[in-house]
């Protein structure tokens, strides 16, 4: 079975180095599996649905600023590239703001969803009917439904 320590423990009795891409290449490919389950485990998933979107943004935010607080301070650094972190670090910020902005216009429109549901819950059949067929017929005008 793999384990993390097996090339190191390879490299120590062979008292030299040993190529990973060599060390990989004549596993077996149940080793190899394992390999990779063992790398997929400890890489963030490349699922963009799995993706944080807020969480990455205020990290790649921190890590900016705490980029621009180092170069700001720093005197052998030119003017124009203290500048560019600068306005890296103002991009981001407007991305994280309308990032905000977009998940509160998201939250709003989800609760007038649910709101309008519960009133047309309250509507005779017929008023629901006529409120459909109208609601249809403007969805399609505007391009919401075909």
Do not use: C, W
């Amino acid at each position: 079975m793999f384990e993390p320590d097996l090339l190191n423990q390879k490299r120590e009795s062979r008292g030299q180095d040993v190529d990973l891409f060599s060390f990989l290449s004549v596993l077996p490919e149940s080793e190899l599996r394992r390999v990779k389950f063992f790398i997929d485990q400890r890489l963030p998933s490349s699922e963009i649905g799995s993706l944080n979107l807020e969480e990455e943004l205020v990290q790649q935010y921190l890590l900016v600023k705490d980029l621009q607080d180092s170069v700001i301070s720093d005197i052998s650094i030119p003017a124009n590239q203290k500048a560019t972190v600068a306005n890296s670090v103002a991009s981001t910020l407007s991305q994280l703001i309308k990032l905000q902005e977009d998940l509160k216009r998201e939250e709003n429109l989800k609760l007038m969803e649910a709101v309008l549901i519960e009133v047309v819950k309250t509507f005779k059949d017929s008023d629901k009917e006529e409120f459909f067929s109208e609601y249809n017929r403007l969805a399609k005008k505007a391009g919401l439904m075909e």
